[in-house]
């Protein structure tokens, strides 16, 4: 088929979606069943119910600034890091990422834009889409400077440190988890948003998330079926399908209709595209398995148990994979990753029988570089600071770039049946990022100015359900 046939049906289609889905819709308020709740520490909560388009179109209504806002963070930084403006986004959303989208969630994305647009916020279903894939456009990027022949592709960004225990390593035997997402702080200050998600079909969600994103990004979240998810990003990951389907897709969809650790991990292989490649840490409350899920596009390892730990910190662990898809060099102990997962392991250990949600929040902000063997706040501690670093991170932020552990969630098997979470906005080591300071001591970042915002620490706020 021709390739402006084939565009031409996509338009048509988006449409007949909009139109569809819009009819007898009052454009000026949503639903009385949604609502959003004014931010506690930093955290907002939004309730959202119904069909997908209901769903979405209630997301745009209520965080349409906050959206285009987003869309302005993520167009400026894939500029900056990439030299690609806006307008390529979408159109790689509209050509590669919409035909290899279901319906329920074009409806929803569709949804997103139209919302948005009753609130006289100017963004269309491309814009939408683009910004939900934020994550996985590195990979895609990657792909195509390798194939065009560049001396050296860029490496993806690598995000996040996380853990999940079970059995003889808590303290009542029963799960507990926790994250912390790490990323600029232009992405991490936003990413305060804390959905609570109750669909017409599949299993209702509480996760946090950016303003936009249909799934959590941070993939962190919990479902009424029991699940609790998160991940971290496997490290110097390379490879990219574009004929397959959107990890915020499937990442959306597992969390939603996934009822055991089996489902989980059928749909987040099914259609994989590579993109966002993370190393998933699962839990399944109601039989006390945990699970660690390494994706990669061409190896997939899945181990699991019901008494023991399982860690995350960017590190690839297949060895095959690690040979096979990634630049990754396990040896080097000055990395970030490795530095953090010799922490993780040492944490593990000397905690063995006491994890609870007090000592995971410890975790969350412990500033020991292993390393070093010492407490130096940096790239290569739990509580990421790389504003302070002078390696950088990871090959994609350079020195005293303002990155690093910019949000935190914990939460065990009692929480989660309330289908609630503690969250800390900020560094949870009680450190603040002042932007102004930052920025006149490191004027190579002054490109950032008009977005960058102070990221003060917060208090640890319970969220979910209950709240």
Avoid at 255 to 280: P, T
Avoid at 304 to 326: I, K, M, S
Avoid at 334 to 342: C, D, G, K, V
Avoid at 404 to 428: I, P, T, Y
Wanted: glycine letters at 8%; aromatic letters at 10%; proline letters at 4%.
């Amino acid at each position: 088929m021709r390739k402006d046939i084939l565009i031409l049906i996509v338009l048509l289609t988006a449409g007949a979606v909009s139109l569809w889905s819009c009819s007898g819709r009052k454009a000026d308020s949503p639903p009385e069943r949604s609502f959003r709740r004014p931010a506690q520490n930093g955290w907002t909560l939004v309730h959202l119910e119904g069909s997908p388009f209901e769903i979405g179109y209630q997301h745009g209504l209520l965080l349409a600034a906050e959206i285009l806002d987003m869309k302005n963070v993520a167009a400026l930084e894939l500029a900056h890091d990439y030299g690609r403006d806006w307008e390529f986004f979408r159109t790689a959303a509209r050509d590669m990422m919409w035909p290899r989208i279901e319906l329920r969630y074009r409806q929803e994305l569709q949804g997103i834009s139209d919302g948005a647009r009753a609130k006289d916020v100017d963004l269309d279903l491309w814009d939408i889409i683009a910004l939900n894939a934020l994550l996985e456009w590195p990979y895609y990027l990657d792909t195509l400077e390798e194939k065009s022949g560049a001396a050296e592709a860029r490496s993806v960004p690598e995000r996040c440190s996380a853990f999940v225990a079970v059995g003889s390593y808590t303290k009542d035997g029963r799960v507990v988890m926790a994250h912390n997402i790490w990323t600029t702080y232009l992405e991490g200050q936003r990413w305060t948003i804390v959905f609570d998600i109750a669909p017409a079909e599949g299993h209702r969600i509480v996760c946090d998330g950016l303003p936009g994103f249909i799934a959590s990004g941070s993939d962190f979240g919990l479902n009424s079926a029991g699940l609790m998810i998160t991940e971290t990003t496997i490290g110097e990951f390379k490879g990219f399908d574009p004929a397959g389907i959107p990890e915020f897709v499937r990442a959306r969809k597992a969390m939603q209709f996934a009822g055991s650790i089996d489902e989980f991990v059928r749909l987040m292989k099914d259609g994989n595209n590579g993109g966002y490649a993370n190393n998933w840490l699962v839990a399944d409350r109601k039989t006390n398995e945990i699970a660690s899920l390494e994706l990669g596009l061409k190896n997939v390892t899945l181990e699991r148990t019901q008494d023991g730990c399982f860690v995350g910190a960017n590190f690839p662990v297949n060895p095959q994979l690690v040979r096979e898809e990634t630049k990754f060099d396990p040896a080097d102990l000055s990395l970030s990753a490795n530095a953090r997962r010799l922490r993780w392991d040492a944490l593990m250990a000397d905690h063995k029988g006491r994890i609870d949600l007090d000592l995971a929040k410890r975790f969350m902000a412990d500033h020991y570089d292993s390393f070093q063997g010492q407490d130096d706040p940096g790239e290569r501690t739990l509580c990421g600071h790389i504003e302070l670093s002078p390696r950088g991170f990871a090959h994609w932020l350079p020195p005293y770039a303002a990155g690093g552990a910019a949000q935190n969630k914990v939460v065990d098997s009692a929480a989660a049946e309330r289908m609630s979470f503690w969250a800390l906005a900020g560094h949870a080591c009680g450190l603040d990022f002042k932007a102004t300071e930052h920025l006149k001591a490191h004027p190579e970042f002054s490109w950032q100015k008009d977005l960058l915002r102070d990221m003060p620490s917060r208090p640890w706020t319970l969220v979910g359900i209950e709240k």
